[in-house]
């Protein structure tokens, strides 16, 4: 139920932000892109009730142009990194984001019009990338989600971790293999002051067991409330040789896994049972029916208690 109304409100504002600002020409850009990151962190806050902790080195803090990979954990990760930023005071936000993104209803002019978006063919994306540099700016924070998906399906896994071994590497448990061509092509043809990785570590995701725990790894699964709530941000400063970007990339994964370890090994949270959930929100929906249909004789019933109560 609250999912659905966070959509509903979601749709809603956007429509009514896209629409009250100047499309044609973009000139109202940020403005728009601010009032949009303000109205998900204020849903995020109200309606679904989201909790970050954030772990970070005290004296770390974001420059001026910034770069950001990101571990892909389930369909609403994005809203908590925009949460996150919200918090920071930072709204030049920019994503890499697949073409198809630019068929998204409402947004995807927008994302168009905003966002590095590519086709992942590597040579075709060399150009695509040098030809939207300009939405950047002088200030920005870029993210990456290098992994491209999150393991909904076993088979993903299953094939990330023979990768894995191919290269020499110790398994994963809880993310893919990421790729490095993405991040090789943005690390070559972008000027940037700071390279983070954030890893994204969400409770309700133990175990990595999809059959029994299938928290926002399908539509369905939202539409019964499983969406993350409370998260634990993890974000550092890292260095990765240019020329030996694929090597670096997978050992940092490795290095991801193992905060994501020790996390789980203190916070084993299975999610609540939906199916509890949603005849819950059921039950408050038909009580709400019932007072909306029966107002008026309540209200005629109160005023005469209180009539009784004066008299």
């Not at 403005?31 to 009730?49: E, F, Q, T």
């Not at 080195?57 to 974001?62: K, N, R, T």
């Not at 590095?116 to 075709?124: C, L």
């Not at 399906?153 to 490095?180: A, C, G, I, Q, V």
């Amino acid at each position: 139920m609250r999912f659905i109304t966070y959509i509903l409100s979601f749709i809603t504002s956007s429509y009514i932000l896209l629409k009250k600002y100047d499309e044609k020409n973009g000139k109202n850009d940020k403005i728009i892109m601010k009032n949009l990151l303000d109205m998900v962190y204020y849903l995020n806050k109200y309606i679904l009730g989201i909790e970050q902790k954030i772990v970070k080195d005290s004296l770390l803090y974001l420059k001026d142009k910034v770069i950001i990979m990101v571990n892909h954990q389930n369909y609403c990760d994005w809203m908590h990194v925009v949460h996150f930023l919200v918090q920071e005071g930072r709204y030049d936000i920019n994503f890499v984001c697949r073409k198809e993104s630019l068929n998204t209803f409402l947004w995807g002019k927008y994302i168009g019009r905003n966002f590095i978006w590519v086709d992942r063919d590597y040579k075709k994306d060399i150009q695509n990338i040098k030809d939207q540099l300009y939405k950047l700016g002088d200030k920005f924070i870029l993210f990456i989600f290098p992994e491209g998906t999150f393991g909904d399906d076993p088979e993903y896994l299953r094939f990330s971790n023979d990768y894995m071994k191919l290269m020499n590497k110790p398994t994963l448990k809880y993310s893919l293999s990421p790729k490095y061509k993405g991040l090789q092509l943005l690390l070559e043809n972008i000027e940037y002051d700071q390279l983070l990785d954030m890893t994204l570590i969400f409770e309700e995701n133990y175990p990595k067991n999809y059959n029994r725990n299938v928290m926002a790894t399908s539509y369905s699964s939202l539409l019964l409330d499983q969406y993350p709530q409370k998260c634990e941000i993890n974000i550092r400063e890292v260095n990765i040789n240019k020329k030996n970007i694929k090597n670096d990339l997978l050992d940092l994964w490795v290095e991801k896994d193992k905060i994501m370890e020790k996390f789980y090994s203190k916070h084993q949270v299975q999610y609540a049972n939906p199916y509890k959930k949603l005849a819950k929100n059921f039950i408050i929906f038909l009580i709400c029916c019932i007072l909306l249909k029966y107002s008026k004789k309540i209200y005629k019933f109160i005023s005469k208690i209180n009539r009784i109560n004066e008299g």
